[in-house]
């Protein structure tokens, strides 16, 4: 198993429990399935593992570390992006960093650089940024409830999960990058989004080596390009006419107050389409668990709607910040639905020296860990 170490009998602490599989290939750790989801192989080790909350496996070449557990999360997280501590790990894969775009905060490890991208990205989503999105917001929301309603009338079947994954794609072109698609330009953007989000998990990613003409002749390589080109038309716009209320147009001119700094075009362009990535899917998923929920608690809609009811009466119907800030049994029943179905299964981080331990587990240097959000909410009884 090439990076391990075979023995921790040198060590003050030892090396957590678990097994590294078969020898170079490990574990098939990161693959999907109908019943776990994905990642499906760490969560057949984590049952297997019960009683770990910390666990070393193997997978592909990476010797990998499972950590499990609020505060042993926070211990291993206390260092990051400094020496000695659990950095980003993406930093490695030249494939992957082609199609996700290696000028993001996803892969940004030099401390000062990383906190001006978070000032930087912060400003364009801060919230009155948020407050003059509102339209745009609500816009597409009732897009979509009207395409409910129209299907409903007609005595067809919702399929709850297109109707929010349209709602944040639309967000996405409209809001996040503001372009001014076509009717007939839309289902491609949708398309694109789909192939560029749903293929970054895929292994082969991660191999050590270039991938020959990874960004003309796979799904998510074109995806990638097509994305771009309609970030590169929308700059070339906000060059010539000047900001308007996008996200894209928020990070483009944003300057920050402690450097003077702004974002390069490159980082701009990989960061506008990490909050696509970061918010497209994952509101979409959380969106559709609700919706599940609340059907299933019909008791705790019927709340949620009386709340709504009343807002509505003392604001109008009109989004506005005042009106979202005073949604408390709505943000209740949202945080609810997060702690019952986490979005983010996993982060995975890279160990930068040889002297970290949590939980009384040496880390060894250059070993990937997998801060275990899924497996962390399982341990929890009442989930």
């Known amino acids: 198993w ?62 990998i570390i499972s950590i499990s557990g609020m505060e042993n999360i926070k211990a291993a997280l206390k260092n990051e992006l400094k020496q000695g501590g659990n950095n980003i790990a993406m930093v490695g894969s030249s494939n992957l960093a082609d199609v996700l775009g290696d000028k993001s905060i996803l892969y940004e490890n030099k401390s000062s650089t990383h906190g001006t991208l978070r ?14 999105a509102l339209p745009s917001i609500q816009e597409a929301a009732s897009s979509q409830v009207d395409m409910i309603l129209s299907r409903a009338k007609d005595g067809k079947e919702v399929e709850m999960e297109k109707i929010f994954f349209g709602y944040t794609l639309d967000l996405a072109w409209k809001q996040i990058l503001g372009l001014d698609l076509k009717d007939d330009e839309v289902p491609t953007f ?5 192939d560029w989000t749903t293929k970054l998990g895929d292994l082969w990613l991660l191999l050590p080596f270039r991938i020959p003409g990874l960004l003309t002749r796979t799904a998510v390589g074109k995806a990638r390009v097509y994305l771009e080109s309609k970030v590169e038309d929308k700059l070339e716009k906000l060059d010539k006419c000047g900001p308007d209320n996008s996200t894209l147009s928020k990070l483009y001119f944003a ?32 969106l559709t668990t609700a919706s599940l929920l609340l059907g299933l608690h019909p ?40 702690r019952m179905k986490p979005l983010v299964s996993m982060e995975m981080r890279q160990v930068s020296d040889d002297n970290m331990v949590v939980d009384g587990k040496s880390l060894p240097k250059n070993w990937f860990t997998i801060l275990n959000v899924k497996n962390t909410h399982w341990e929890d009884p009442v989930v």
């Open 190 to 194: 949708h398309q694109a989004v789909k």
């Open 255 to 286: 300057i920050d107050e402690e450097t003077g700094q702004r974002m390069t075009r490159k980082q701009v362009i990989d960061n506008a389409l990490i909050l696509i990535l970061a918010g497209s899917e994952t509101s979409a998923s959380a």
């Open 2 to 63: 090439p990076g391990t170490y075979d023995n921790d009998g040198d060590r003050e602490y030892p090396l957590p429990p678990g097994g590294f599989g078969c020898p170079f290939i490990g574990y098939d750790l990161f693959g999907g399935s109908k019943d776990d989801g994905l990642y499906a192989g760490i969560s057949k080790l984590c049952r297997k593992m019960k009683g770990n909350s910390i666990f070393k496996s193997y997978s592909f070449g990476m010797p």
């Open 119 to 132: 000032r930087l990205i912060g400003s364009a989503t801060s919230s009155s940024a948020i407050n003059d």
């Open 299 to 338: 008791k705790v809609f019927q709340k949620m709607k009386e709340e709504q009811r009343e807002l509505c009466a003392k604001y109008g119907e009109e989004l506005t910040k005042q009106s979202i800030d005073e949604c408390v049994y709505l943000d209740a029943v949202i945080k609810e639905t997060l």
